[in-house]
């Protein structure tokens, strides 16, 4: 099949021909592709073993790279937990959807979680006959409890109710926001608050053990799964001891192998948590292996996208950093691997891709392009996903921003050469400038923002002719 053929006159055409007679030939119905959506919290693109960045054992993750497409360019728009997910839900930016930074007690007073009004990827999924369901982290709900102003006194994990909230998802094993890696708890379908199920196994393994038998039991109509495992997130030592092992008498210069983790105090925490992070890497791939063998065993690979991916990165000592939030590569980038045998040549992508970008190609890709809500504010890139090269986007936006703090915070952008970043105070002043040259410094070692005047200047207009069609405050309190 020629690459290029737009998806909608594909299905058309199989449709047409599926209802004519040849011979003794019966009449066979076409099946909309299933979805299957991983997103592992806070796995960096750099520790996918293909990359040959982190020294990582990856295998299961590197054979469906090698079947699938690897995009080198995405990002996590605004780097943290919370944000990501009503991003990817609602395609739409963090201004537009209100999910602007963590859903805790200390957050709720700014209305920040998903509303019951917004029209989900999920929700799009389900009213045209997909079987929808969701394991793992959920982390876009308010949690009940008294508001706090200090984040570190908040309650963070949240119980979402059936029903609107929960935006088509029927199939539920899940919970809000809970990183007790080795013993978790999730609310079941129906199941009330009060009535929790504790997996007593690692969190991974047992929400591979729900997918499996998801899988195995929905083989009449088309489904979509999400699975958003908690590891590689903190805490990096929950992890068996039997993914420690690999790691364990590995020295930690060669496991901690970037030139921009300082030597000293910045970057013992690293140092001291490399080992175990990785462990959590490996042990998340084969719990992934395992979910693609029971896809494979069931018949419905060939006709299944699965998309593997990460709401953000880890810094992991980098530039004394751990965590994630800021515009670094380690914290920025995101792995994404798209596979379906049946339509998408495999390969590596240079495609610049963001977050609320993910629901509307897939929903076209499926062959739902129609059904993208109106207000989404992502892109359909599914036409660069079959090989279409003109006019793709030429950067994606970076987004620190706060409900608390609508004129301060960081906007942003990276190409295929150069993060830059600007950053305001309380007041909306401007008060400096990130740029860094990615292919001469791909560590982000010197900011060249001081001496490329002339560049900082064009990017802070393509940054600003971005946002103002993204409710974002800076426009609306002036530049």
């Known amino acids: 099949m020629n690459m290029l053929f737009p998806v909608n006159h594909f299905f058309l055409l199989v449709g047409i021909l599926s209802t004519l007679s040849f011979g003794n030939a019966s009449k066979k ?7 299957l959506f991983i997103f592992p919290d806070q796995f960096r693109a750099q520790a996918m073993g293909i990359m040959k960045e982190d020294p990582v054992k990856t295998p299961c993750i590197d054979k469906l790279a090698e079947e699938g497409i690897v995009f080198v360019n995405a990002v996590s728009n605004r780097p943290i937990c919370s944000p990501y997910r009503g991003m990817l839900m609602t395609g739409k930016y963090c201004f537009s959807n209100n999910v602007l930074t963590n859903c805790n007690t200390s957050t709720r007073k700014f209305q920040n979680f998903l509303h019951e009004n917004e029209t989900c990827f999920p929700d799009v999924l389900k009213s045209n006959g997909y079987a929808c369901g969701y394991i793992g982290k959920w982390h876009l709900d308010a949690p009940k409890g008294p508001d706090v102003d200090d984040w570190r006194n908040s309650i963070w994990d949240a119980y979402t109710p059936p029903g609107e909230k929960r935006h088509g998802f029927d199939f539920w094993h899940a919970y809000g926001c809970y ?38 039991a929905n083989t009449g109509k088309p489904w979509a799964l999400f699975i958003s495992m908690n590891p590689p997130h903190s805490p990096y030592d929950a992890v068996p001891e039997k993914y420690k092992k690999i790691y364990k008498d590995i020295p930690v210069k060669k ?11 910045q970057g013992d925490v690293a140092r001291q948590s490399v080992a175990d992070y990785f462990a959590c890497v490996t042990g998340v791939d084969e719990q992934i292996g395992r979910i693609l063998k029971a896809l494979e065993a069931s018949g419905q690979a060939e006709n299944t996208i699965v998309v593997f991916t990460s709401d953000h990165g880890e810094m992991m000592g980098s530039h004394g950093l751990m965590a994630k939030v800021v515009p670094y590569e380690e914290s920025f980038r995101i792995p994404l691997v798209i596979r379906w045998p049946e339509k998408l040549k495999p390969g590596t992508s240079d495609l610049q891709i963001s977050v609320p970008d993910m629901m509307p190609s897939l929903l076209s890709l499926i062959g739902l392009e129609q059904q993208i809500p109106p207000g989404v504010e992502g892109q359909d890139l599914s036409g660069y996903f ?78 600003f002719d971005k946002i103002k069609n993204i409710n974002d405050p800076w426009v609306i309190y002036g530049n």
Request: with cysteine.
């Open 29 to 35: 119905a076409v099946k909309q592709p299933n979805l």
């Open 179 to 216: 990183n007790e890696h080795l013993n978790p708890y999730y609310w079941v379908n129906d199941s009330p608050v009060e009535d929790t199920l504790f997996a007593g196994k690692w969190s991974p393994e047992h929400e591979a053990d729900v997918a499996v038998d998801f899988i195995g």
């Open 255 to 265: 496991l901690l192998n970037r030139p921009n983790v300082p030597e000293g105090e």
């Open 386 to 463: 079959l090989g279409k090269k003109a006019g793709a986007p030429e950067f994606t936006l970076y987004l620190l921003c706060n409900p608390w703090n609508a004129l301060g915070g960081m906007r942003g952008l990276r190409n295929d050469r150069y993060t830059f970043v600007m950053q305001r105070n309380n007041e909306g002043k401007e008060t400096g400038a990130l740029l860094f040259d990615n292919k001469s410094d791909p560590f982000q070692l010197k900011n060249i923002a001081s001496e490329q005047p002339a560049l900082v200047n064009q990017f802070k207009k393509q940054v």
